[in-house]
């Protein structure tokens, strides 16, 4: 869950193709995870989560994956649309340290028409 | 719901100067977040709030920053005095139950610029 520097992987994606997004988080005793979207100009939107005793977990277009063995957390988005180009934010928090999201870095999506 | 509340929105001003961020967060809610986004640093929490009380600053970068919430609506983020490695985009962010892994709900932004 640690931060990257300038450089953010970026993923191209046809539209009405499905998107996969990945994340490894840094720290084994996280409990709950979960995905955010930024778009230009716009804070962190809430997209979905998942708590550490679930490996799926499905919302509307999206599917939120969940590897406690290799620590590994992915969003699928199923027929992307252009609306969904954005930043795409994984965050972990651990029970113990309280309300604290540690963010990774992030990926970029793009959309192509 | 209006969601959370940041100002000013854009901030320009000059290495010594004092600025004040300001926050309202969702109506109900009883914990308070200001993070910190940078190209080279991501998203970095700087401090949190539980009904109004500061829980960990350990991530406020140095003295020269400080935080309060004198009321459940209202934060704010001060930095005096300011200098150009302070530029970033300041978010406010809050949750509504105290339990651990509720979703937090972030603002728009401060969009801040030392020269």
């Known amino acids: 869950g640690e931060s990257v520097g300038l450089h953010l992987p970026t993923l191209s994606v046809q539209e009405g193709d499905n998107s996969i997004i990945n994340c490894a988080y840094s720290n084994s005793a996280s409990d709950y995870f979960i995905w955010y979207k930024q778009e230009s100009g716009k804070g962190p939107q809430f997209i979905i989560d998942i708590r550490s005793n679930m490996d799926k977990r499905q919302g509307q277009r999206v599917t939120v994956l969940l590897n406690k063995t290799v620590k590994h957390l992915s969003l699928q988005i199923a027929a992307t649309q252009p609306g969904d180009s954005a930043v795409y934010f994984c965050?972990?928090?651990?029970?113990?340290?309280?309300?604290?999201?540690?963010f990774g870095g992030g990926t970029r999506v793009l959309v192509k028409p | 719901d209006a969601g959370v509340i940041q100002s000013p929105r854009h901030e320009v001003t000059e290495m010594g100067q004092e600025v004040t961020l300001r926050c309202k967060p969702i109506?109900?809610?009883?914990?308070l977040f200001w993070y910190r986004q940078t190209m080279m640093r991501g998203l970095e929490l700087l401090i949190y709030f539980n009904n109004n009380v500061p829980i960990d600053d350990s991530g406020m970068p140095e003295d020269r920053f400080s935080a309060k919430m004198p009321n459940a609506s209202f934060s704010t983020l001060k930095i005096q005095p300011s200098e150009p490695r302070d530029s970033a985009v300041y978010f406010c962010?809050?949750?509504?139950?105290?339990?651990?892994?509720?979703?937090?709900?972030f603002g728009p932004g401060t969009r801040l610029t030392v020269l």
């Open positions: 965050a972990e928090t651990i029970k113990a340290a309280g309300n604290k999201l540690t």
């Open positions: 962010a809050s949750r509504g139950l105290a339990g651990v892994g509720d979703t937090q709900y």
């Open positions: 109506s109900g809610h009883n914990s």
